[in-house]
């Protein structure tokens, strides 16, 4: 049974950084790629990156790019979200995900296992 636990959500405030990880048991965690979304209340869950199953250059959505960065340590099967300068914007609920196979896209359904999510609030 494959499982994915994030964490390290909370409250900062705007300008403040959070790491997020994201542990993944019950698969071969090296073989896939992982992505990242988010969902803000009131609005359709978002693409924020992904990261291939070799751990090569992470893409991301354009209103995030340069302020977070993807890696993944695939010896403790997990894969991480640093964020920086974070914005009252980027406050969501924010999920990890296990592709479809080893290729990171932006597409949701491309995506089969999902995480509970964690809470981040970024505070003006």
């Known amino acids: 049974q494959v499982q994915l636990e994030e964490s390290g959500g909370g409250l900062v405030q705007a300008g403040g950084s959070l790491r997020l990880s994201c542990a993944a048991s019950?698969?071969?965690?090296?073989?896939?790629?992982m992505g990242w979304f988010r969902q803000a209340p009131g609005k359709e869950r978002e693409f924020v990156g992904a990261?291939?199953?070799?751990?090569?250059?992470?893409y991301y959505t354009d209103s995030v790019k340069g302020r977070f960065t993807i890696s993944r340590d695939n010896a403790r099967n997990t894969v991480y979200l640093q964020m920086t300068s974070l914005k009252p914007e980027d406050t969501a609920v924010y999920y990890c995900?296990?592709?479809?196979?080893?290729?990171?896209?932006?597409?949701?359904?491309?995506?089969?296992?999902w995480g509970q999510g964690t809470q981040v609030t970024v505070s003006s």
């Open positions: 995900a296990r592709s479809k196979g080893g290729k990171a896209t932006m597409v949701p359904t491309d995506y089969n296992n």
């Open positions: 019950g698969l071969t965690f090296s073989i896939y790629a």
């Open positions: 990261i291939t199953w070799t751990g090569g250059t992470p």
